[in-house]
């Protein structure tokens, strides 16, 4: 029973997306949706989702009752709910899911649900390692699904337009870029929900799933799973699952060449794991990338900014801006600058992302955060994280998809399923 990925059809890809086309347009443009994962952020989602005319909510999944409870109130009543997410996927009424649930589920959710026919809306991190991701994509090309990776800033205009101007050589050569995340949780989080003890409202063996079985801890589930590696790889894959995928585009290569990290848990008192201080370095072929986070000390945020021999582009959810390097001027005398200042303001992404998926699942051209991008950008986290744990450098062979070299570092690009789950 435990094993969602073991469904026999009888139909080729190229039927699946047939079939999925002709049930849009027979259902007269409404593209009927199923929520799996109904916590904070898929609620988000699931608003954002709902107010496009086109989408029908039909079901909405959660192993915690409150979260089920809520996003089936999201919908007014017209959801039913479920508390496995094989029962949304046997649905024949439902043609596209989000998944929003903790990392460590991302992955086989996703690919039951390719093989059950249905488009996925997944979160970043696309997966919780990097074989999980590799087999993600194969079973969106396999099964001709449409998979987009929820992360907006591929959709927001502002990032597109920094982006061509960086590629255009708007702010000269580029060899350097910095991206991070930074705020001030000290001495830690805590526990938001269920402190008291599992109830059951929480069906804890479900929400472990493929994890290794551990006791209860009411801190290790709604939202702070981020911080255990069982789960997912801490602000490295939080946010570093966006930044880091505007690096990587900015530099349009597939991957790093190598990585280099270090950090660690050194003030945060909550029971976490996942690191409260990082420095990462990711060496791609004429290009260094940095990732900062610290969970203990704010200072300057910032969230990428990009070197080049004319300017410094600084880039945010809230916009762009340009500030030029200065040249002496001939003669000597003084210095001028090298470009004009620019200035863009932040556009909108999170409509931006839902509308390209829909309008992808109807016209089954690749959306903007494809499933490919999603792996590779999620990829960059994992061997960053690999790197910080084992304390030292990664080569990387990206298409082999393997670290050159070192056997222990190569296991750790799997992690093994509890019990009969399988993917």
Sequence with gaps: MNNPTRRHFAFSAAAFSALSAARVEGANGRVRFGLIGSGGRGRQDW??????????????????????????????GRAKGHKDFRQVLDRKD??????ATPDHWHSLITIAACQAGKDVYCEKPLSLTVVEGRRMADAARKYNRIVQAGSQQRSGAHYAQAVKLIQDGGIGDVHRI?????????????ATAL??????Q????????PAPKREFDPFRCIYNFR????????????WGAHHLDIARWIIGAKAPVAVSGAGGRYALKDGGETPDVQEVTYQFPGVVVTWTSSEISEGVPFTLDIFGTKGMLSLTRGGFHVKPEMASKEGGKGKEPLMEPLQADGTDLVIAHARNFLECVKSRKKPNADVEEGHLSAVMCHLGNISTRLG?????DAEKEQITGDPEANKWLEREYRGSWRS
């Design 47 to 76: 608003e954002t989702f709902l107010k496009q005319p086109e989408l029908e909510p039909v079901a909405v999944c959660d192993v915690y009752r409150p979260f089920l409870e809520q996003g089936i109130a999201m919908t007014e």
């Design 94 to 99: 439902v043609d596209a899911v989000i998944v």
């Design 178 to 190: 910095r991206a991070g995340y930074q705020r001030n949780i000290y001495p830690g989080l805590k």
């Design 195 to 200: 402190q008291a003890g599992l109830t059951d």
């Design 202 to 209: 929480l069906d804890w063996d479900m929400w472990l799933g």
């Design 227 to 238: 911080w255990f590696w069982d789960y997912s790889g801490g602000q490295m894959t939080n």
């Design 392 to 396: 030292r450098t990664l080569r990387w």
